[in-house]
């Protein structure tokens, strides 16, 4: 096997080339190239992982969270199968930036956690996900991280040869299937690049007992018991879980043209998805006639799938259609002082449409559409325009760019889920980035400045004006609602900078320290939301008064590389001034409220303030054996974080401990590898929380390429999720005991390539 001697990888890239990702690994020099800095990936001081495309592309189709759960340091939030948030070292949500190729994707995944992140992962290049210097360039407040998505569809480099790919694929676990098909080509000078995928795939498999239902003590009765274990029984019977499936249709065009001078393009993006809420929170407020029903509500709002709960018969479901138009380019000036001009303009039109259906076979049975039907679809939509520009400033021996970019974003919420007025944010971003090698070390150092803007207003409704609104729904009181509005308009300054020094100690050891201090600026919804929030149970009320995070970040990594064992270890400490969180409100305080404030019969949830610190290690220790025909890779990773507030409380949601196998054979044309993901117990539960048990997870991949002829490739790969069929529930999931991971699923992909 060739060394890596082309290029000098950062450990952590290598980790993936050679266990995490496993199928990037050849029998030849691997070069990957980090698309956020134009440069080989040793640019990068401090990657976490960068992970090729040929490893989503011989796997199971899933989410963005999914596809890189299990990486060292990564983990994921999900809300069934079609939603996966990625979490980095603890920190997800907002704190984690999605890119598409450096330009933050503009959905409203940060508005909900059943909400999907609009990523395509059909025909990329690969992901890479970056803390650091490096990421300030690309995203304000990336106290986590980022996660960059890079595809080709807009070519910089001319394409050489005609390329057309037509990939099929088969799910066990849902009963799905998913056809796919990519063009490139350069005809007359001009690149061409095409993909398509339709995926449809249906409610998913899981293990006996693997839903847990909570008994609501406080509407705990007798007369219901019976009711209530039979539900269970029934729905333990079924062997999947009801509004789990997904289906989804994305499309991709791109063009460019290119020159000694850079290159220029111009690519539109089409996504479609449609997919189920395996669980929603409802609320029990008081109607006419149903008195008898409320007493018990929350216990059937643990019971949301078909034949039980208030929403008997119905099928809860979000669609999505996003249309984005990037237009992208690069000036090679070569100039002593200005070498070139990266330049990129993307126009974002999102929606995420979440409604009640009837289910065939329920509508012949009697229901009051004034009392259970009335819910009317909830669209969450936002449209935004971003510009930037980053300016070359390097030469021979020094690194430095300039960058500066600005966004306007417009989110509104329509409808009977309307828990946020429509917000504007206004973005104006100042950064740069510096990279040099010293005698004694390389260093990287990167420093942004924000300017943000935040326009909406704040919904105030008393007691007695709520009263009324339930006796009498006439416009005339809209008026009235009107004068309740407190509009809200904020200026908001962030600072943050990165310091990465990294040395060879020895031909085999390399040090990296690294400092940073970041600041991320409270989003729309932890300012703004008044209202029910259907995903979580609560009714959650923001805070207009909440400042920025501050997050100063310590690392230290040691990298060891010798004759085919490779070592890395890192630890890592996150404080955090003025972390925002959500808190329920205790049984005390409702009971202080009284029944006259019950807020629709949802946990009561104050978006709240208070430091916080984070603190974890991380563990890759691998080995690589040459063998007569191929080589074969063992690797242990091992990654833990923890999360307490100053005043010894937990942090909810928290990464449990993990232990990493890998095992990876490469052989030609042959790949295999089988790892098993050991998921400790979580029993360092925040207030309110409850504790997860752990789980093994047990995964395999086994691809082989054909040539036929010249330039003629098939591609068979077959894979295998969850192999044990454990009962698995991620502790980072709002609904881990309702939603719990998929069980047994193997499936085949087919990709043909000429």
């Given amino acids: 096997m060739k060394k890596l001697n082309t290029v000098k990888l950062p450990l952590a890239a290598c980790l993936v080339s050679l266990s995490c990702s496993a199928l990037t690994q050849e029998m030849e020099e691997v070069i990957i190239k980090a698309s956020l800095i134009d440069s080989s990936s040793d640019a ?91 990421s300030l360039l690309y995203s304000n407040g990336t106290i986590g ?92 019977d079924m062997g999947y879980l009801p509004n789990s499936d997904a289906g989804s249709t994305t499309k991709r065009l791109g063009i460019s043209k290119t020159g000694d001078w850079g290159y220029f393009g111009v690519s539109v993006i089409d996504n479609e998805n449609i997919f189920g809420i395996p669980f929603h929170g409802e609320g029990h407020e008081d109607e006419e006639g149903h008195e008898d029903e ?7 709002s643990h019971d949301d799938h078909e034949g039980e709960g208030e929403h008997e018969g119905e099928r809860i479901f979000s669609k999505t259609e996003s249309s984005v138009i990037n237009l992208e380019g690069s000036y090679v000036l070569g100039n002593r002082w200005l070498t070139k001009i990266d330049y990129n303009f993307r126009d974002s039109d999102y929606s995420h449409t979440e409604q009640h259906a009837e289910e065939e076979g329920h509508e012949g049975e009697e229901h009051d559409e004034d009392e259970h039907h009335e819910e009317g679809p909830t669209t969450f939509s936002n449209q935004a325009k971003e510009y930037g520009a980053i300016f070359d400033l390097g030469n021979d021996s020094l690194s430095q760019k300039i960058a500066v970019n600005y966004v306007i974003e417009d989110i509104s919420v329509i409808g009977n889920e309307a828990f946020i007025n429509p917000t504007e944010s206004k973005e104006l971003t100042l950064g740069y980035y510096l990279s040099k090698e010293l005698d004694l070390f390389h260093v990287d150092f990167g420093i942004r ?60 050891l390399e040090i990296n320290f690294g400092l940073s201090s970041v600041e991320r600026a409270p989003s729309a919804v932890e300012l703004l939301i008044n209202g029910p929030h259907l995903a979580t149970g609560r ?39 003025n972390y925002i969180y959500l808190m329920d409100e205790s049984e005390e305080d409702h009971a202080d409220h009284g029944d006259d404030d019950d807020h629709d019969g949802f946990t009561l949830a104050n978006y ?137 699923n193997l499936g085949i992909r087919a990709s043909y390539s000429f």
């Fill in 608 to 744: 709240l303030q208070q430091d916080a610190e984070f603190v974890g290690y991380e563990l890759e220790i691998g080995k690589t054996f040459d063998l007569a025909r191929g080589a074969l890779t063992l690797a242990f990773g091992r990654d833990s974080v923890s999360g307490e507030f100053t005043d010894g409380s937990n942090i909810s949601r928290m990464t449990p401990e993990r232990n990493l196998y890998k095992v990876v054979y490469v052989e030609d044309t042959l790949k295999f590898l089988l790892s098993l993901k050991d998921v400790s117990a979580q029993n360092d539960a925040a207030e309110n929380e409850t504790a997860s048990d752990g789980f093994q997870m047990l995964n395999l991949n086994l691809s082989k390429t054909i040539e036929y002829s010249s330039g003629n490739f098939l591609t068979l790969s077959v894979f295998g999720k969850n192999l044990l069929d454990e009962v698995a529930r991620n502790h980072s999931s709002f609904v881990k005991d309702e939603v719990p991971l998929a069980g047994r």
């Fill in 539 to 577: 009714f959650e009320v923001g805070n207009f008064n909440l400042n920025s995070e501050k997050s100063n970040n310590f690392d230290l990594s040691f990298n060891f590389s010798n004759d085919g064992l490779y070592a890395a270890l890192t630890f890592f400490q996150n404080n955090v001034d």
């Fill in 294 to 300: 409320d007493e018990h509500a929350d216990e059937e």
């Fill in 44 to 134: 990068i001081s401090n990657p976490l992982h960068v992970m090729n495309g040929e490893a989503i592309a011989t796997d199971a189709s899933q989410s963005i969270g999914a596809s890189i759960d299990g990486l060292v340091g990564i983990s994921s939030s999900d809300y069934g199968a079609a939603v996966g948030q990625p979490i980095i070292r603890g920190m997800s949500g907002s704190r984690v930036k999605i890119l598409n190729n450096g330009v933050v994707i503009r959905d409203v995944s940060g508005l909900g956690p059943d909400h999907a992140i609009d990523a395509d992962l059909n025909n990329i290049q690969q992901i890479e996900i970056v803390r650091g210097p490096s």
């Fill in 449 to 508: 400045h924000d300017q943000i803007s935040k326009e909406g207003s704040f919904s105030h409704q008393d007691e007695e004006d709520h009263e009324e609104h339930e006796e009498d729904h006439a416009d005339e009181h809209g008026d009235e609602r009107e004068a309740e509005l407190e509009h809200f308009d904020r200026d908001i300054s962030t600072t943050s900078y990165a310091l990465t020094l990294s040395r060879d100690i020895t031909d085999t």
């Fill in 145 to 236: 991280g980022i996660v960059n998505i890079v595809d080709n569809t807009i070519a910089k480099k001319d394409f050489e040869e005609s390329r057309f790919k037509l990939g099929l694929e088969t799910q066990s676990v849902n009963d799905g299937d998913s056809h796919d098909f990519s063009y490139q080509n350069n005809i007359g000078g001009i690149n061409i690049s095409a993909a398509y995928k339709d995926s449809q795939f249906g409610n998913f498999d899981i293990p006996n007992d693997a839903v847990i239902h909570h008994e609501d003590e406080e509407h705990e009765g007798e007369e219901h018991e019976g009711e209530e274990h039979e539900g269970e029984e029934h729905e333990e």
